[in-house]
């Protein structure tokens, strides 16, 4: 079994109604359970908006903290879901699921081989 991150993007902005905000949680809290009882889910959650990061880069000896994304875009990172599956097709097809229940992109990424043991 490999484990795949399924990153949300959405757009900036304040949050959205609840009237296009409390269908979508339902439907993203359904295929929360769904993945949880087919064994497929470790990890995930939502993250707080984009002005609440703090970048820690290094420089020479130090390292400097900025507030703020480490990238500047029309889009963020929301949240994300760590599932654990046999092949990329099976991460895909959860991957997919996850976009129609959020209405927004998903990046479908596998952890390194490394990472992995």
Known sequence: MK???LSVY???GGTPPP????PVMRDVD???REMTEAGVWVFGGGLDAPETATVLRPEGDDVLAVDGPYVEGEEHLGGFTVITVPDRDTALAWGRRL???TTLPI???PFDAVAEG
């Open 19 to 22: 009237e296009i905000l409390e």
């Open 3 to 5: 484990h795949y991150l």
């Open 30 to 32: 359904a295929l929360n």
């Open 10 to 12: 959405q757009p900036d």
């Open 107 to 109: 990046e479908v990424r």
């Open 99 to 101: 976009a129609r229940a």
